[in-house]
């Protein structure tokens, strides 16, 4: 079985400082990995995802994340945030021989403050 | 082009009553999931079509969830003589099928149990 963490449920952070999201995993085989963003009063958004090649990958709205096998993490970063980047962000796996179900994190609620 | 549409947005109803919720996904997604949201506890996977295969049902908590998904398009969701506990966002996503496809996400019906 699989299973993600979110250590941070919440948090807060000024307009133009850099962010980390954390986001560790359990698994006992090899999974593709997901960052979904859900924006005040939207639905979930694909933000970014590694399935395989380079473990950086890239948003285009200027998040990355680095998927690092030995530390079973896939944390989300960006260099400097906006007011525009409040939401609600879950991190999911899904096992590679069955990639018909997400399984996700509890969330971490990112607050932005100008 | 339309995205996945979910009804009703928002349903209030009395425990031990049946509520059908509904899931129009994007035309020509072979594949259809089902979540709830609960507070506090992230997503949690309920129940998976792809095409015309059995359903994956492992996710469904109890035997008073059913759902089923008609002419491979819409799908209905229903729980029987429900209880406060199921209380939650219920959220549809579609994709193009498994092997890590981006999940699109409705904007989920809100179930209050009363």
């Known amino acids: 079985a699989q299973s993600v963490t979110q250590l941070d449920s919440q948090v807060p952070v000024f307009e133009e400082a850099p962010v980390e999201l954390r986001c560790n995993y359990s698994?006992?085989?090899?999974?593709?990995l997901f960052w979904y963003v859900q924006y005040p009063n939207q639905g979930l958004q694909l933000l970014l995802k590694y399935l395989s090649g380079s473990t950086l990958v890239e948003s285009i709205n200027g998040f990355e994340a680095e998927f690092n096998k030995s530390q079973t993490s896939f944390h989300l970063r960006k260099p400097s945030v906006h007011i525009s980047d409040t939401a609600e962000y879950f991190c999911?796996?899904?096992?590679?021989?069955?990639?018909?179900?997400?399984?996700f994190g509890t969330g971490t609620r990112l607050q932005v403050f100008p | 082009g339309a995205g996945v549409s979910q009804s009703p947005s928002n349903k209030v109803t009395e425990k031990g009553k049946d509520v059908e919720l509904r899931c129009d996904p994007i035309s020509g997604h072979t594949a259809l999931y089902w979540y709830r949201q609960s507070l506090g506890q992230g997503l949690e996977f309920l129940i998976y079509f792809q095409g015309n295969s059995a359903p994956d049902k492992s996710g469904l908590p109890s035997d008073r969830f059913s759902a089923e998904r008609t002419g491979g398009s819409v799908s209905t969701l229903t729980i029987q003589r429900t209880q406060q506990e199921d209380s939650a966002v219920y959220l549809c996503?579609?994709?193009?099928?498994?092997?890590?496809?981006?999940?699109?996400f409705g904007p989920g019906t809100r179930l209050t149990v009363t």
């Open positions: 698994s006992s085989v090899s999974v593709y």
């Open positions: 999911a796996v899904t096992p590679l021989y069955n990639t018909d179900k997400l399984i």
């Open positions: 996503a579609s994709s193009l099928g498994s092997g890590g496809h981006e999940q699109y």
